[in-house]
Protein backbone atom coordinates (compact mmCIF):
# COMPACT_ATOMS: atom_id res chain seq x y z
CA UNK A 1 0.00 0.00 0.00
CA UNK A 2 1.12 3.67 -0.29
CA UNK A 3 2.29 5.26 2.57
CA UNK A 4 3.35 9.03 4.26
CA UNK A 5 4.18 9.16 7.69
CA UNK A 6 4.87 12.22 9.48
CA UNK A 7 5.32 13.14 13.10
CA UNK A 8 1.92 13.97 14.30
CA UNK A 9 2.93 16.89 16.67
CA UNK A 10 6.03 18.96 17.38
CA UNK A 11 6.91 21.74 19.77
CA UNK A 12 9.41 24.06 18.91
CA UNK A 13 10.22 27.89 20.59
CA UNK A 14 9.99 31.42 18.77
CA UNK A 15 12.98 32.43 16.96
CA UNK A 16 14.74 28.21 16.82
CA UNK A 17 14.79 26.37 13.91
CA UNK A 18 12.76 23.22 13.25
CA UNK A 19 12.83 20.14 11.29
CA UNK A 20 9.64 18.51 10.09
CA UNK A 21 10.06 14.85 8.41
CA UNK A 22 8.29 13.15 6.17
CA UNK A 23 9.19 9.15 5.36
CA UNK A 24 6.72 7.61 2.21
CA UNK A 25 6.39 4.45 0.14
CA UNK A 26 4.44 5.04 -2.98
CA UNK A 27 3.99 3.12 -6.40
CA UNK A 28 6.23 5.55 -8.26
CA UNK A 29 7.16 8.99 -7.60
CA UNK A 30 6.15 12.20 -9.01
CA UNK A 31 7.25 14.95 -6.82
CA UNK A 32 6.98 16.21 -3.43
CA UNK A 33 4.63 19.01 -2.04
CA UNK A 34 4.58 20.80 1.32
CA UNK A 35 1.52 22.74 2.02
CA UNK A 36 0.95 24.90 5.54
CA UNK A 37 -2.69 24.95 7.39
CA UNK A 38 -3.58 27.05 9.49
CA UNK A 39 -6.59 26.10 11.60
CA UNK A 40 -9.65 26.00 10.16
CA UNK A 41 -8.28 27.62 6.72
CA UNK A 42 -7.39 26.01 3.78
CA UNK A 43 -3.92 24.69 3.02
CA UNK A 44 -1.57 26.63 1.30
CA UNK A 45 1.36 25.94 -1.08
CA UNK A 46 4.68 26.29 0.67
CA UNK A 47 7.40 23.63 -1.71
CA UNK A 48 7.54 21.38 -4.50
CA UNK A 49 10.40 18.89 -4.85
CA UNK A 50 11.15 16.60 -7.75
CA UNK A 51 15.18 16.48 -7.69
CA UNK A 52 17.36 15.49 -4.45
CA UNK A 53 18.58 17.97 -2.53
CA UNK A 54 17.51 21.41 -1.03
CA UNK A 55 15.16 23.70 -2.07
CA UNK A 56 15.70 26.73 -0.13
CA UNK A 57 12.68 30.04 -0.03
CA UNK A 58 13.44 32.44 2.77
CA UNK A 59 12.79 30.96 6.09
CA UNK A 60 11.76 27.72 4.84
CA UNK A 61 13.19 24.93 3.08
CA UNK A 62 12.66 21.82 2.05
CA UNK A 63 15.22 18.82 1.10
CA UNK A 64 13.96 15.13 -0.79
CA UNK A 65 15.95 11.94 -1.08
CA UNK A 66 14.36 10.02 -3.26
CA UNK A 67 16.29 6.76 -3.02
CA UNK A 68 15.45 7.17 1.05
CA UNK A 69 11.91 7.78 0.30
CA UNK A 70 12.83 10.84 2.79
CA UNK A 71 12.14 14.62 2.82
CA UNK A 72 12.29 17.45 5.23
CA UNK A 73 10.41 20.85 6.33
CA UNK A 74 13.30 22.96 7.96
CA UNK A 75 11.50 26.36 9.49
CA UNK A 76 14.20 28.98 10.49
CA UNK A 77 13.62 31.85 12.79
CA UNK A 78 10.26 30.90 14.26
CA UNK A 79 7.35 33.04 14.75
CA UNK A 80 4.25 32.40 16.34
CA UNK A 81 2.62 32.72 13.22
CA UNK A 82 4.04 29.86 12.12
CA UNK A 83 1.77 27.36 14.44
CA UNK A 84 -0.06 25.18 12.23
CA UNK A 85 -0.12 21.76 10.96
CA UNK A 86 2.24 21.29 8.01
CA UNK A 87 1.39 18.61 5.25
CA UNK A 88 3.09 16.05 3.46
CA UNK A 89 2.20 14.56 -0.07
CA UNK A 90 3.74 12.59 -2.68
CA UNK A 91 2.54 12.80 -6.34
CA UNK A 92 2.58 8.98 -7.36
CA UNK A 93 3.06 7.01 -11.06
CA UNK A 94 -0.53 7.77 -11.72
CA UNK A 95 -0.04 11.49 -11.11
CA UNK A 96 -2.36 10.95 -8.10
CA UNK A 97 -1.47 12.76 -4.58
CA UNK A 98 -0.70 11.10 -1.33
CA UNK A 99 -1.58 12.99 1.72
CA UNK A 100 0.42 12.34 5.00
CA UNK A 101 -2.02 12.88 8.01
CA UNK A 102 -0.05 16.04 8.88
CA UNK A 103 2.20 17.54 11.75
CA UNK A 104 0.72 20.36 14.22
CA UNK A 105 3.37 22.41 14.90
CA UNK A 106 3.54 24.33 18.45
CA UNK A 107 5.40 27.35 18.69
CA UNK A 108 6.03 28.50 22.46
CA UNK A 109 7.43 31.92 22.85
CA UNK B 1 -0.19 34.43 -7.88
CA UNK B 2 -2.81 32.01 -8.07
CA UNK B 3 -5.84 32.65 -6.94
CA UNK B 4 -8.68 30.29 -6.08
CA UNK B 5 -12.03 31.32 -4.64
CA UNK B 6 -14.82 29.08 -3.13
CA UNK B 7 -18.65 30.53 -2.43
CA UNK B 8 -20.00 29.92 0.35
CA UNK B 9 -17.38 29.79 2.70
CA UNK B 10 -19.89 28.72 5.40
CA UNK B 11 -23.63 27.20 4.79
CA UNK B 12 -26.06 25.54 7.42
CA UNK B 13 -28.70 23.96 6.10
CA UNK B 14 -31.49 21.61 7.08
CA UNK B 15 -31.20 17.89 6.76
CA UNK B 16 -32.68 16.59 3.29
CA UNK B 17 -31.64 20.02 1.15
CA UNK B 18 -29.42 20.27 -1.18
CA UNK B 19 -26.37 22.62 -1.12
CA UNK B 20 -23.46 24.01 -3.98
CA UNK B 21 -20.41 25.45 -3.95
CA UNK B 22 -18.71 26.91 -6.16
CA UNK B 23 -15.13 26.75 -7.00
CA UNK B 24 -12.97 29.66 -9.22
CA UNK B 25 -9.77 30.10 -10.50
CA UNK B 26 -9.44 34.01 -10.50
CA UNK B 27 -6.12 34.53 -12.74
CA UNK B 28 -5.89 31.47 -14.30
CA UNK B 29 -7.39 28.73 -16.32
CA UNK B 30 -8.05 25.65 -14.88
CA UNK B 31 -8.30 21.98 -16.70
CA UNK B 32 -8.31 20.46 -13.96
CA UNK B 33 -9.96 20.97 -10.33
CA UNK B 34 -9.51 18.37 -7.82
CA UNK B 35 -12.43 18.38 -4.60
CA UNK B 36 -11.31 17.33 -0.38
CA UNK B 37 -13.04 16.65 2.10
CA UNK B 38 -11.71 17.28 5.62
CA UNK B 39 -12.90 16.32 8.91
CA UNK B 40 -11.84 17.95 12.36
CA UNK B 41 -8.02 16.84 13.11
CA UNK B 42 -7.81 14.60 10.34
CA UNK B 43 -5.95 15.04 6.53
CA UNK B 44 -7.65 16.01 3.23
CA UNK B 45 -9.53 12.93 1.50
CA UNK B 46 -9.58 13.43 -2.27
CA UNK B 47 -13.22 13.09 -3.28
CA UNK B 48 -12.99 13.23 -6.97
CA UNK B 49 -10.98 15.11 -9.58
CA UNK B 50 -13.17 17.10 -11.93
CA UNK B 51 -12.02 17.76 -15.47
CA UNK B 52 -13.26 20.39 -17.77
CA UNK B 53 -16.08 19.73 -20.60
CA UNK B 54 -15.87 16.01 -19.36
CA UNK B 55 -17.81 13.86 -16.42
CA UNK B 56 -15.46 13.87 -13.11
CA UNK B 57 -13.32 10.75 -11.58
CA UNK B 58 -14.59 9.79 -8.01
CA UNK B 59 -12.71 8.41 -5.30
CA UNK B 60 -13.26 4.83 -4.23
CA UNK B 61 -16.07 5.09 -1.36
CA UNK B 62 -17.44 8.65 -2.80
CA UNK B 63 -21.15 8.44 -3.80
CA UNK B 64 -21.40 10.04 -7.13
CA UNK B 65 -24.86 10.88 -7.03
CA UNK B 66 -24.53 12.30 -3.82
CA UNK B 67 -21.92 14.85 -4.40
CA UNK B 68 -22.70 16.24 -8.35
CA UNK B 69 -19.58 17.71 -9.68
CA UNK B 70 -19.96 20.14 -12.98
CA UNK B 71 -16.91 22.00 -14.51
CA UNK B 72 -18.49 23.65 -17.15
CA UNK B 73 -15.98 26.23 -17.77
CA UNK B 74 -12.18 26.78 -17.52
CA UNK B 75 -12.27 28.48 -14.33
CA UNK B 76 -15.81 27.09 -12.51
CA UNK B 77 -16.11 24.26 -11.03
CA UNK B 78 -19.09 23.34 -8.24
CA UNK B 79 -19.66 20.60 -5.81
CA UNK B 80 -23.89 19.56 -5.24
CA UNK B 81 -24.26 17.71 -2.00
CA UNK B 82 -27.95 16.44 -2.66
CA UNK B 83 -29.88 15.40 0.17
CA UNK B 84 -27.46 16.39 2.51
CA UNK B 85 -27.24 14.30 6.45
CA UNK B 86 -25.77 15.60 9.24
CA UNK B 87 -23.40 13.26 8.57
CA UNK B 88 -22.00 15.27 5.81
CA UNK B 89 -21.30 17.99 7.63
CA UNK B 90 -17.50 18.71 6.54
CA UNK B 91 -15.08 21.32 5.73
CA UNK B 92 -14.97 21.22 2.02
CA UNK B 93 -12.18 22.25 -0.33
CA UNK B 94 -11.72 22.49 -3.55
CA UNK B 95 -7.87 23.20 -5.67
CA UNK B 96 -6.85 23.45 -9.19
CA UNK B 97 -3.47 23.19 -11.61
CA UNK B 98 -1.71 26.24 -12.83
CA UNK B 99 -0.59 25.24 -15.82
CA UNK B 100 1.29 28.46 -15.75
CA UNK B 101 3.47 27.51 -12.72
CA UNK B 102 6.95 27.34 -13.47
CA UNK B 103 6.97 23.37 -11.88
CA UNK B 104 4.69 23.16 -15.42
CA UNK B 105 1.50 23.14 -13.50
CA UNK B 106 1.77 20.24 -10.62
CA UNK B 107 0.92 22.37 -7.79
CA UNK B 108 -2.07 22.56 -6.14
CA UNK B 109 -4.18 25.81 -5.09
CA UNK B 110 -6.16 25.68 -2.94
CA UNK B 111 -9.67 27.78 -2.60
CA UNK B 112 -10.21 29.00 1.24
CA UNK B 113 -13.29 26.29 1.87
CA UNK B 114 -16.47 26.02 2.65
CA UNK B 115 -17.66 24.70 6.21
CA UNK B 116 -20.75 22.58 5.63
CA UNK B 117 -23.19 22.52 9.03
CA UNK B 118 -26.32 20.18 8.44
CA UNK B 119 -28.46 20.37 11.25
Known amino acids: GQNIDQPTEMTATEGAIVQINCTYQ??????LFWYQQHAGEAPTFLSYNVLDGLEEKGRFSSFLSRSKGYSYLLLKELQMKDSASYLCAVRDSNYQLIWGAGTKLIIKP | GAVVSQHPSWVICKSGTSVKIECRSLDFQATTMFWYRQFPKQSLMLMAT?????????EQGVEKDKFLINHASLTLSTLTVTSAHPEDSSFYIC???????????????FGPGTRLTVL
Open chain 2, 50 to 58: SNEGSKATY
Open chain 2, 95 to 109: SARDSRAGDGGHTQY
Open chain 1, 26 to 31: TSGFNG
